[in-house]
């Protein structure tokens, strides 16, 4: 019964990496932390956060980059939120569980979730501005160029289709936390099927909208791709005032700040001070939609 | 003679390819109280939840047949299930209040029906509140979330609430089996104020509730209707040997 070294060793070296592999992990966050927040805490003032770029994007603030990014989740939103709702509405309440269409409609949605965003990026601009925009620019302008180009609303909606596959499931998810009895309760009391979901299921899975819905934002305020090619600019002079204009964004300004910038150098401040907003702006969008989704399943279990 | 509020003749009920109710005929009279009893699994809730077609929500269930509500048999194509359900509300085994205010929960069905001035919605919620006897309770926190109040008055709120649409019918499946002694009588006593005004149906597992408040009584078992006759006579006389064998407690 004595203990055998070698097996004993053999244990620990296992164990040892496990660990290792998992501490890894944590390392890199903090180093990733760690440095953006020294690097880009000094740049942080109400001015970097409220002016326009000056010097040829070498000084001034980043307030074009995060105006924009704010105008392109708010669109996005508004597009893709009750599009998602309405679909998850579909899935859970109408469409039979085990039905053709709604198998058909889960599996596209898990085949959205996994395209690449460049992908979303090549439709939008294939799709929304040679096909749609093109278009409405022949039919409606007499061939004047307006729409066929990239600008805010298309950036938007590629980023909507992008995200809708979050708000889809999130939605689902939520809705289905509202008990079958409450549904029973209120037909029972000869109320129609769209006055049980309108009065009773959505009221009662309003935080799990949310949730889908800040997800979705703060997955669309970190992405770049999609909107490479279908509205984001390198650098515009004025705020964008109308859905034909282009307009900047945090995560592409980064990009240019780092890649084509003319003088990468000097523009390092600016560059850890953007990146910093951005990641603290991801970082309270997802804490508040994991408080709002932990409320949801407390109820669920409750 | 008393007028006989449901009826069915020759009803079947299929549920995917079992056959869940055989060849159900029975008359129910309007303003008393009818109790369903029988062992798990017999038919009896299945058979209560045909009577405002909630059956319809379950996929495979199909039913062949007559049922009758005043003569009209509520499986015709033209009839109108909202309708139908205002007429003949339900209350169900487990309290299930809305997460909404002690008031909203009452006046939901009324204003699904359009019932829109606050007077009369006020008046609407204050009498199916004392018709269901929790008035006095509820009184002064109409504006606290339902989830608040026990499990008995939850249960009274959900009558007040199926009360508030004034319907004639009123189903019960097994409306006190979650509930303690004290909540289980005083929802005994109010179903049995209630046949003053209401036809009720209640589903119950416990023979001695349904010897206590009902009228009638129908023993089912294995989806068919054995007996059906005045409570008393089923629990002192019974015809049938099943119906003596299950009310004596030998199986069930």
């Known amino acids: 019964m004595i203990k055998s070294f070698k097996r004993n060793i053999k244990g620990i070296l296992i164990e040892g990496m496990t660990l290792s592999a998992a501490l890894l992990i944590i390392a890199i966050v903090v180093v990733m932390v760690t440095v953006i927040v020294i690097g880009g805490k000094d740049q942080i003032s109400w001015e970097f956060l409220t002016s326009f770029p000056e010097d040829g994007m070498t000084k001034g603030g980043i307030f074009p980059a995060i105006y924009g990014t704010a105008l392109l989740v708010i669109i996005m939103s508004v597009a893709a939120v009750p599009f998602g709702t309405i679909t998850a509405i579909y899935l859970t309440e109408y469409a039979k569980e085990n039905s053709i269409i709604a198998k058909t409609i889960r599996f596209a949605v898990r085949t959205l979730a996994v395209i690449p965003s460049i992908i979303y990026g090549l439709f939008g601009l294939g799709f929304f501005i040679k096909f749609v925009g093109t278009n409405v620019d022949n039919t409606f302008l007499g061939g004047h160029l307006k729409w066929g180009q990239p600008n805010i609303l298309w950036a938007s909606l590629t980023m909507a289709l992008l995200t809708l596959p979050v708000v889809i499931v999130s939605v689902e998810e939520a809705l289905k936390t509202v008990p079958r009895d409450l549904r029973a309760a209120s037909l029972a009391l000869g109320a129609t099927k769209w006055q049980t979901i309108w009065k009773v299921v959505i009221p009662g899975s309003i935080s799990g909208i949310m949730t889908g819905t800040i997800l979705a934002v703060s997955r669309g305020a970190g992405e770049v791709a999609p909107i490479l090619f279908t509205g984001v600019a390198y650098y515009v002079a004025t705020l964008p005032t109308s859905f034909s204009d282009q307009f900047m964004v945090l995560g592409y300004h980064i990009y240019v700040m780092t890649t084509q910038s003319a003088n990468v150098d000097k523009t390092m401040p600016i560059q850890f001070g953007t990146t910093l907003v951005l990641l603290a702006l991801t970082f309270i969008l997802n804490i508040s939609a994991i408080i709002l989704r932990y409320r949801i399943r407390k109820k669920k279990t409750d | ?252």
């Not at chain 2, 038919?43 to 319809?56: A, H, I, Q, V, W």
């Not at chain 2, 006020?122 to 109409?142: G, M, P, S, Y």
């Not at chain 2, 006759?229 to 019974?238: A, E, G, Q, V, Y």
């Open chain 2, 1 to 252: 003679m008393i007028h006989e509020k449901i009826h069915t003749e020759n009803m079947f009920l299929h549920y995917g390819s079992k056959l869940a109710l055989n060849d159900i005929s029975i008359q129910i009279p309007e303003k008393k109280v009818t109790a369903f009893i029988g062992p798990s699994g017999c038919g009896k809730s299945t058979f209560l939840r045909s009577l405002n077609r909630m059956n319809d929500l379950i996929d495979g269930v199909k039913i062949e047949g007559k049922i009758l509500i005043d003569g009209i048999n509520i499986y015709d194509n033209n009839i109108d299930v909202v309708t139908l359900r205002k007429k003949v509300g339900m209350v169900f085994q487990k309290s299930n209040p809305f997460a909404k205010s002690i008031y909203e929960n009452v006046a939901y069905g009324p204003r699904i029906n359009g019932v829109k001035d606050k007077k009369q919605l006020d008046e609407i919620v204050e009498t199916a509140l004392q018709n269901a006897a929790i008035w006095t309770e509820v009184k002064d926190r109409l504006g606290d979330s339902a989830m608040g109040l026990s499990g008995g008055q939850q249960q009274r709120l959900c009558i007040a609430r199926t009360l508030a649409v004034n319907p004639e019918i009123v189903l019960m499946d097994e409306p006190a089996s979650a509930l303690d002694p004290l909540s289980t009588s005083k929802i005994e006593e109010l179903i049995v104020q209630l046949k003053e005004k209401y036809t009720i149906v209640i589903v119950t597992h416990n023979m001695q509730q349904a010897a206590r408040i009902s009228d009638l009584t129908a023993f089912f078992y294995l989806g068919e209707l054995i007996e059906f006759d005045k409570t008393k006579k089923i629990f002192t006389n019974p015809d049938k040997k099943q119906t003596e064998d299950y009310i004596t407690g030998r199986f069930g």
